[in-house]
């Protein structure tokens, strides 16, 4: 957490002396018009792709909500892996699971294929390390698959997007990108894509303690989403949505 102000050091430094603020602050900012700030307190939370994802008044609460959302969002995203102990010959393919760098990782892994081709001891254990890998990388696929079982094919397909970076040059986010295609080229499966998107930003609002715009948005989507796999989720949102105090 940062405080920014366009005040002087010197302003800040009398301020300080009679109040405490543990948190460090950056002085002479410009970034107010960065950030649209029209008032202050004025409070911006940032999500791990560096992109603005609340905005508003810090005292309201509703930016504390959303952290454990956009922490397991950043946890998705950072598919790391750690392997174990592995012969030393795979110590680099490793460390680079290990920091979620996957695509590197699958690279590391072709190298030394070639490299100890002829190698009876270490390439049984570099092809153990890749069908770990390739294993473990399945996993992307199972929770796509609990998402479209229940219709959140907006979900699944941003989740997608984000792993196709993160594997990019690995097999699976070739597979992957197809996918994506051709769910936005199924007519039905792009009704439930939009739908979805729609339940989600309505999500977003409620957490964002902006009930009223999310009912708005929830109480048409209601007949949208009637006779689709989402019509229970959407019903259950609608719901909890009414119930928050206006």
Known sequence: MLSLTDESSSVVEKFLEKTELPLP???????????GVRGIPAGVLIDHRGLVAW???????AWVKMIPRLLEA????????????RIS?????????????????????????KKYSDDSEILPEIEAFRDDFLANAQKCDTRVENWVSSGM??????????QIKVYR???????WNQTVRAWRKDKTIKKLISIDERRVKATLL?????????????????????????????????ERATMLPG
């Open 89 to 113: 010959a795979l110590d680099r393919a490793a460390a680079k699971a290990k920091k979620g760098e996957m695509g590197s990782c699958w690279s590391e892994i072709g190298r030394l294929t």
């Open 55 to 61: 905005r508003g008044h810090p005292g309201s609460g």
């Open 153 to 162: 094919y907006f979900v699944a397909s941003e989740y997608l997007a984000r």
């Open 74 to 85: 950043a946890r998705l995203d950072q598919e790391n892996w750690d392997p174990g102990e």
């Open 169 to 175: 040059g690995v097999p699976m986010a070739s597979a």
């Open 25 to 35: 602050i950056g002085v002479g900012s410009k970034t107010k018009k960065d950030y």
């Open 206 to 238: 409620m957490e964002e303690g902006q009930r009223d715009r999310a009912v708005k948005i929830l109480r048409p989507l209601r007949k949208d989403a009637a006779g689709t796999e989402l019509e229970g989720l959407v019903e259950e949102t609608f």
